[in-house]
């Protein structure tokens, strides 16, 4: 029990802070329109087919999307949602994974990125599989190789990775509002974990950043 204990105090004491991310999240009542299968955030006054966006109430905070009348439209399941391309984007904090989101009659359906895809996105970052952690430690050692050494934790995994964050005892990183991104600023040893947890249900993954 002592030794427990002492891990989840070493572990808390890291220092983090929000970093930036080039793509700015649809904001709380931010407008939405569709115009020929092709998404934009450039919604005029003088618009009256729309979407409004909303967070859900409870501990999911999805995001919810009504018509310009009030009526409710559709749910993305994610934390965090923006237009790229023309293409409506969605990240959730509880899948670690990017969804590509289309309207079809009415109907929201939802593609999951490629890792190729998400690389696209995000050129200066190293994405981390959760199938690249060991089985037996849940632990990978990666290579800092720049000053702002930048991480995707991408889940290629059918698990859920609800609450989970990062804390070190000895690494420097800014944290993201996507739960699975990291920028690194020193090498050591970084948790992701569910309140620091190591169980079956609710493993610990280590990242030994040398």
């Not at 989840?8 to 329109?33: M, P, Q, R, W």
């Not at 919604?43 to 009348?69: A, H, L, M, Q």
């Not at 996507?178 to 569910?194: N, T, V």
């Amino acid at each position: 029990m002592k030794k427990f204990l002492l891990t989840v105090v070493i572990f808390s004491l890291a220092l983090t802070a929000n970093a930036n991310l080039e793509y700015k999240n649809i904001k709380e009542e931010g407008k939405l329109k569709l115009v020929e299968d092709t998404w934009t955030t450039k919604v005029e006054r003088k618009d009256s087919d729309y979407f409004i966006k909303f967070i859900s109430t409870g501990t999911g905070n999805y995001s919810e999307f009504y018509k310009s009348d009030g009526d409710f439209a559709f749910t993305t399941g994610c934390q965090f949602e923006f237009v790229h391309n023309g293409d409506l984007i969605g990240y959730s904090n509880q899948d670690l994974k990017f969804y590509d989101f289309s309207l079809i009659d009415g109907e929201i359906t939802r593609r999951e990125l490629s890792e190729e895809e998400v690389q696209t996105l995000f050129p200066d970052y190293k994405i981390i599989k959760i199938s690249q952690f060991s089985p037996n430690t849940n632990s990978l050692k990666v290579k800092k190789d720049k000053h702002h050494f930048k991480v995707i934790i991408l889940n290629d995994t059918d698990k859920n990775f609800y609450h989970y964050s990062f804390t070190s005892g000895n690494s420097k990183f800014k944290t993201y509002p996507l739960a699975g991104f990291l920028d690194i600023r020193k090498k050591g040893m970084i948790q992701f974990s569910h309140f620091g947890d190591n169980t079956e249900a609710s493993p610990w993954y280590i990242l030994l950043v040398r």
